[in-house]
């Protein structure tokens, strides 16, 4: 069959954390312009229903598409990612498998500290992104909103997310773990993204270190946060290099391609931890090499938290139960939307059928009473799309095949997920 003539189904693809390490998923990683391309050619493309996720721990497209290549090949245009290392590190979820993949993200089943939920506020940007570009269709409406209800139902009514941990958090903990008298060090923040927020909260929340400094490109973001939060200064990003040379800890969540911290920011003989929270890494790793400098990427803090994890899992069943109830509401709605147009022909096919037969015998027949034929008729047609309903919700029904003969004998669109 000509691929043109196939209809589109729904796919999930794209690589994370599972296969890919920080490297590899940096290469791969999107940045706010390019997914913003992407989707405007995927529009182009005509294909219907799309957007895009890109985050430290994944990137991936989820959308519409008569192959997964359509997607995958985006996915490569807009990135530095090769399709060699696509293949080695990716995943290819379809039509349910993609929509279970996507409940499992939003509700931190899928997360690689589990139970972390930054990837929901992610994942509404993405979409509120894509809505923008008028990328979004339906189906993608309808199966976000309920992805993001069972995400509230499983923060709220399970303990999947008991004992705060995710990348911002991780960071503290560590410095809790490692750094002697860690409450009256210096500490520099460097990039006020989401997680350089989260992270600046959680050492006022989780600390009594009242010695933090924050540098952003954009000094007036820095400001505002300021403003809301008393206990941290501001430094003036044509300042960061002296900022460096004067604290004990760097943590690092800029928004870069390339690394915004390099040897050459360094003070020589300085002992100074970097916590880099960036996706891609934004700090050279040849700073490694440098004596007194400790290094710690995103990869390597999701090891802190076993303990907390281990609780976690235990949860993780109950989470599942919550996830089945709105994929179930989804895959009901789905059906609706297939049941109604089949339906809708049969229905009006039968009409057309009545109107002529009525109009034949009013003609033949003398007297003939078109009020009670109508009645009867009617009922008979009511009977007849009810008994097909009943028929397209047996559980031993294949739903697909009724409606591809329906479609055959009476005319009716068919949209495939």
């Known amino acids: 069959m000509n691929q043109e003539n196939l209809p589109a189904k729904f796919y999930n693809v794209g690589l994370s954390y599972k296969k890919?390490?920080?490297?590899?998923?940096?290469?791969?990683?999107?940045?706010?312009?390019?997914?913003?391309?992407?989707?405007?050619?995927?529009?182009?493309?005509?294909?219907?229903?799309?957007?895009?996720?890109?985050?430290?721990?994944?990137?991936?497209?989820?959308?519409?598409?008569?192959?997964?290549?359509?997607?995958?090949?985006?996915?490569?245009?807009?990135?530095?990612?090769?399709?060699?290392?696509?293949?080695?590190?990716?995943?290819?979820?379809?039509?349910?498998?993609?929509?279970?993949?996507?409940?499992?993200?939003?509700?931190?089943?899928?997360?690689?500290?589990?139970?972390?939920?930054?990837?929901?506020?992610?994942?509404?940007?993405?979409?509120?992104?894509?809505?923008?570009?008028?990328?979004?269709?339906?189906?993608?409406?309808?199966?976000?909103?309920?992805?993001?209800?069972?995400?509230?139902?499983?923060?709220?009514?399970?303990?999947?997310?008991?004992?705060?941990?995710?990348?911002?958090?991780?960071?503290?903990?560590?410095?809790?773990?490692?750094?002697?008298?860690?409450?009256?060090?210096?500490?520099?923040?460097?990039?006020?993204?989401?997680?350089?927020?989260?992270?600046?909260?959680?050492?006022?929340?989780?600390?009594?270190?009242?010695?933090?400094?924050?540098?952003?490109?954009?000094?007036?973001?820095?400001?505002?946060?300021?403003?809301?939060?008393?206990?941290?200064?501001?430094?003036?990003?044509?300042?960061?290099?002296?900022?460096?040379?004067?604290?004990?800890?760097?943590i690092v969540s800029t928004g870069a391609n390339t690394p915004t911290v390099t040897k050459e920011h360094l003070k020589a003989g300085k002992e100074l931890l970097i916590i880099d929270l960036s996706m891609p890494e934004n700090v050279d790793i040849a700073v490694k090499s440098d004596p007194g400098i400790t290094l710690i990427n995103v990869d390597e803090l999701s090891k802190i938290t076993d303990k907390t994890i281990e609780t976690r899992k235990k949860q993780i069943p109950l989470a599942e139960i919550i996830i089945d109830k709105y994929k179930a509401e989804f895959n009901d709605w789905i059906s609706h939307r297939k049941y109604v147009p089949a339906v809708n022909a049969l229905k009006e096919s039968l009409q057309a059928i009545q109107h002529d037969e009525i109009d034949f015998h009013s003609k033949k027949i003398k007297d003939f009473n078109i009020e009670h034929a109508e009645f009867v008729t009617n009922r008979m047609i009511q009977k007849i799309t009810t008994q097909f309903v009943k028929h397209l919700k047996d559980d031993e029904t294949s739903v697909d095949q009724s409606i591809n003969v329906i479609s055959k004998i009476f005319y009716s669109e068919k949209t495939e997920i």
């Open 20 to 250: 890919a390490d920080v490297k590899v998923r940096g290469a791969f990683s999107l940045t706010r312009e390019n997914q913003r391309l992407l989707l405007i050619e995927a529009k182009e493309k005509g294909i219907d229903g799309i957007f895009v996720l890109s985050t430290c721990n994944r990137t991936e497209i989820t959308g519409f598409a008569k192959h997964p290549f359509e997607l995958i090949s985006l996915l490569i245009k807009y990135s530095n990612g090769t399709v060699e290392d696509f293949i080695n590190v990716s995943n290819v979820y379809k039509n349910k498998d993609a929509v279970r993949h996507l409940f499992n993200i939003a509700t931190g089943i899928d997360s690689q500290i589990l139970g972390d939920y930054e990837i929901v506020g992610q994942l509404k940007q993405s979409f509120k992104l894509a809505k923008k570009l008028g990328t979004t269709n339906a189906y993608l409406e309808r199966l976000m909103n309920l992805v993001l209800q069972a995400s509230k139902d499983v923060k709220n009514n399970t303990k999947l997310s008991s004992g705060t941990t995710s990348v911002a958090y991780a960071a503290i903990q560590y410095i809790i773990d490692t750094v002697q008298d860690y409450n009256n060090k210096k500490i520099l923040v460097y990039g006020l993204g989401e997680i350089g927020k989260n992270t600046c909260k959680n050492i006022l929340e989780y600390t009594s270190n009242k010695n933090i400094t924050l540098v952003n490109r954009t000094l007036e973001k820095a400001i505002g946060f300021e403003q809301i939060h008393n206990d941290v200064e501001v430094a003036d990003f044509s300042n960061l290099t002296a900022e460096i040379h004067a604290t004990d800890i760097l």
